[in-house]
């Protein structure tokens, strides 16, 4: 099956600055790749995704990247704010498979 | 907001206990899906269900068991409860969930599961 793995685990930035946080997956059948945001006590909330076709989609402050040839996508955050600080979670599907394999999250802290 | 609601949102109970978790999934969805979120295991998918019917299994116990009413909405029940089943159940929902994993999940908030 999938398997998506996902770093840092932990990720401190200040106030302004960016984050970027990585994810591989090693089934080349996985053509559907979205990111969550879990903040504390509450369920994960869909903050991008991207499909196999495309390689970059960005949402103002948010961005991913695809490459499917190396197996790997990435979720940039630009400009980052106190109220980014979250658990991220990225995850992969595809046509096949009937639910999403999920990474094992990142705990990303902004510092004011 | 998602549009997925869960009830409860915290429940306690003892080992050896079963209970019931409730979910209702976005208006005009088909596909409800249940996941485990433990500690030290991630989101883990348990069972999708599709219009009343079991579409994908997951890592799902022989003594957890979920169904989806005509209603659309499904409960996942937990038996014979051990500590080790302690943790947050989400559920979520896609419009269609023919293929399901291509399709967008929206999460509800979750119920936390304490067993004593």
């Known amino acids: 099956g999938e398997n998506v793995e996902q770093h840092p685990s932990t990720l401190s930035v200040q106030e302004g600055d960016s984050a970027v946080i990585k994810c591989t997956y090693s089934d080349s059948a996985s053509n559907y790749f979205p990111w969550y945001k879990q903040e504390l006590g509450k369920g994960p909330q869909l903050i991008i995704d991207i499909r196999s076709n495309v390689g970059e989609k960005k949402d103002q402050r948010i961005a991913v990247t695809l490459n499917k040839t190396a197996k790997h996508f990435s979720l940039h955050i630009t400009e980052t704010q106190p109220e980014d600080s979250a658990v991220y979670f990225c995850?992969?599907?595809?046509?096949?498979?009937?639910?999403?394999?999920f990474g094992s999250g990142t705990r990303l802290q902004v510092q004011p | 907001d998602s549009g997925v609601t869960q009830t409860p949102k915290h429940l306690i109970t003892a080992t050896g206990q079963r209970v019931t978790l409730r979910c209702s999934p976005r208006?005009?969805?088909?596909?409800v899906y249940w996941y485990q979120q433990s500690l030290d295991q991630g989101l883990q998918f348990l069972i999708q269900?599709?219009?009343?019917?079991?579409?994908a299994k997951g890592n799902i116990l022989e003594r957890f068991s979920a169904q989806q009413f005509p209603d659309l909405h499904s409960e996942l029940n937990l038996s014979s409860l051990e500590l080790g089943d302690s943790a947050l159940y989400f559920c979520a929902s896609s419009p269609r969930g023919g293929t399901g994993g291509e399709e967008t999940q929206y999460f509800g908030p979750g119920t936390r599961l304490l067993v004593l």
């Open positions: 995850a992969a599907g595809d046509t096949g498979r009937r639910a999403l394999t």
């Open positions: 269900y599709y219009n009343g019917e079991e579409r």
């Open positions: 208006s005009g969805d088909l596909s």
